[in-house]
């Protein structure tokens, strides 16, 4: 693709780094076959190529009107174009720069901007989003269905008291997940110490800051970054791993390095961090041990995140574990294709989310599973907002 970036942006490292991934597309257009939202609207600006022409012009203009904002907003940012893309366009990283300059040059409705400013101010922060989950609990019955879907349902999940072990792994506990399925980690503490691993938690850890840096939140997004970077650190030479068991937060983690490589007092730490971070089928592969399956359960339904195949690139992992466990995994067609929850997406875009998780649980539940099992407090709690009988929870809470 041939571009003409403004010089003054082009010298920057952005600029440059804008000006790569644009070149390195082919217009294939191999990429909206596998873009839910293209497939739903049929729409080019709504695909992935459609989505680079816009940046382009935008970046090329310097100007971000209301076209350009209605289609960006529109992407999940599931990455599944990465995944089928012959050039390796780093679509994903082009979606951020633009999104940055969208929000720093575009213009957004007052409703529009309250609600991404009260998102970026409220979620990350522990206290207050309890505060706010609260609240919500309280008057769930009167909220219409979209937000009542966005109040979390409080789960108590106390952590049981182990003993010291020689072998310790560092688990992070998310903001939106300590909330919403504490029960995760809590199985995962169990699971390891039976097997002589303790379980450590940092009580310090902030946000992983995926939230700000999908709504092109560039400070919040940074100040964030350093602010969790600076709590793992002390941890990092005293635990094997650190263990993220919500993909959505893995993949943004494993990121550090790329996010804040202009960084020069955070560039090195970032990369420490990211060295250690694992996703939980990464770490309980690794350990090369066997695993129960729990009773009540025989027949599963895998969803795989977006954040765990198409952006940790991490696929037939969780299948092992829980084939080797005993279970029998059903057969689920397109695979590939996102949910609909995507962070924030759900809230923002809910239409388009709850078409989405309706042909997504369509096609989880087609061979009739006792359980439908995935990786991502996200992807969890919105498919558990669905319309199915079928219960969903986070796979490591199939193993015994």
Same mark, same amino acid.
């Given at each position: 693709?041939?571009?003409?970036?403004?010089?003054? *942006?082009?010298?920057?490292?952005?600029?440059?780094?804008?000006?790569?991934?644009?070149?390195? #597309?082919?217009?294939?257009?191999?990429?909206?076959?596998?873009?839910?939202?293209?497939?739903?609207?049929?729409?080019?600006?709504?695909?992935?190529?459609?989505?680079?022409?816009?940046?382009? %012009?935008?970046?090329?203009?310097?100007?971000?009107?209301?076209? @350009?904002?209605?289609?960006?907003?529109?992407?999940?940012?599931?990455? =599944?174009?990465?995944?089928?893309?012959?050039?390796?366009?780093?679509?994903?990283?082009?979606?951020?720069?633009?999104?940055? *300059?969208?929000?720093?040059?575009?213009?957004?409705?007052?409703?529009?901007?309250?609600?991404?400013?009260?998102?970026?101010?409220?979620?990350?922060?522990?206290?207050?989003?309890?505060?706010?989950?609260?609240?919500?609990?309280?008057?769930?019955?009167?909220?219409?269905?979209?937000?009542?879907?966005?109040?979390?349902?409080?789960?108590? =999940?106390?952590?049981?008291? *182990?003993?010291?072990?020689?072998?310790?792994?560092?688990?992070?506990?998310?903001? @939106?997940?300590?909330? =919403?399925?504490?029960?995760?980690?809590?199985?995962?503490?169990?699971?390891?110490?039976?097997?002589?691993?303790?379980?450590?938690?940092?009580? %310090?850890?902030? #946000?992983?800051?995926?939230?700000?840096?999908?709504?092109?939140?560039?400070?919040?997004?940074?100040?964030?970054?350093?602010?969790?970077?600076?709590?793992?650190?002390?941890?990092?030479?005293?635990?094997?791993?650190?263990?993220?068991? =919500?993909?959505? #937060?893995?993949?943004?983690?494993?990121?550090?390095?790329?996010?804040?490589?202009?960084?020069?007092?955070? *560039?090195?730490?970032?990369?420490?961090?990211? %060295?250690?971070?694992?996703?939980?089928?990464?770490?309980?592969?690794?350990?090369?041990? %066997?695993?129960?399956?729990?009773?009540?359960?025989?027949?599963?339904?895998?969803?795989?995140?977006?954040?765990?195949?198409?952006?940790?690139?991490?696929?037939?992992?969780?299948?092992?574990?829980?084939?080797?466990?005993?279970?029998?995994?059903?057969?689920?067609?397109?695979?590939?294709?996102?949910?609909?929850?995507?962070?924030?997406?759900?809230?923002?875009?809910?239409?388009? +989310?709850?078409?989405?998780?309706?042909?997504?649980?369509?096609?989880?539940?087609?061979?009739?599973?006792?359980?439908? +099992?995935?990786?991502?407090?996200?992807?969890?709690?919105?498919?558990?907002?669905?319309?199915?009988?079928?219960?969903? @929870?986070?796979?490591?809470?199939?193993?015994?």
């Amino acid at each position: 693709m041939q571009t003409k970036l403004p010089q003054a *942006f082009k010298e920057t490292k952005t600029g440059q780094r804008a000006d790569e991934i644009l070149r390195s #597309c082919v217009h294939c257009g191999l990429c909206n076959a596998t873009c839910p939202t293209y497939q739903l609207l049929g729409d080019e600006l709504d695909g992935p190529r459609g989505r680079i022409y816009l940046i382009k %012009e935008m970046l090329e203009s310097e100007q971000a009107d209301t076209v @350009v904002q209605t289609h960006l907003d529109r992407c999940l940012t599931c990455r =599944a174009c990465e995944t089928a893309c012959p050039s390796g366009v780093a679509y994903g990283e082009l979606l951020e720069i633009g999104r940055d *300059f969208l929000e720093e040059h575009g213009k957004r409705g007052l409703i529009d901007s309250a609600m991404r400013r009260w998102l970026v101010s409220v979620v990350p922060d522990i206290v207050r989003f309890k505060r706010w989950s609260r609240l919500g609990a309280a008057f769930r019955w009167i909220l219409p269905r979209i937000l009542r879907e966005q109040v979390p349902r409080h789960r108590v =999940a106390t952590h049981e008291v *182990f003993e010291t072990r020689e072998r310790q792994v560092l688990v992070l506990q998310g903001c @939106v997940q300590r909330m =919403a399925t504490p029960q995760v980690n809590a199985s995962l503490a169990a699971l390891l110490d039976s097997r002589g691993i303790e379980v450590i938690f940092d009580d %310090e850890e902030n #946000c992983c800051g995926s939230l700000s840096l999908h709504l092109g939140n560039t400070r919040q997004t940074r100040t964030t970054f350093a602010n969790n970077i600076d709590a793992l650190l002390p941890f990092l030479d005293h635990v094997e791993a650190v263990i993220s068991t =919500a993909s959505g #937060c893995g993949v943004t983690l494993k990121d550090y390095p790329r996010l804040l490589g202009g960084d020069a007092s955070y *560039f090195s730490k970032a990369c420490r961090v990211a %060295e250690k971070v694992v996703d939980v089928s990464e770490y309980l592969s690794q350990l090369g041990l %066997e695993w129960d399956k729990v009773a009540e359960f025989r027949r599963v339904a895998w969803h795989a995140p977006c954040t765990l195949q198409h952006g940790q690139g991490i696929t037939g992992t969780v299948e092992r574990l829980l084939q080797g466990a005993g279970y029998e995994l059903v057969p689920v067609r397109d695979s590939h294709i996102c949910c609909g929850s995507a962070g924030t997406y759900s809230l923002l875009q809910p239409q388009l +989310a709850r078409t989405l998780r309706k042909q997504k649980l369509a096609a989880l539940s087609e061979q009739a599973p006792d359980v439908i +099992a995935t990786a991502n407090v996200g992807c969890q709690t919105h498919l558990s907002n669905g319309d199915e009988n079928v219960p969903v @929870v986070h796979w490591l809470e199939l193993l015994r």
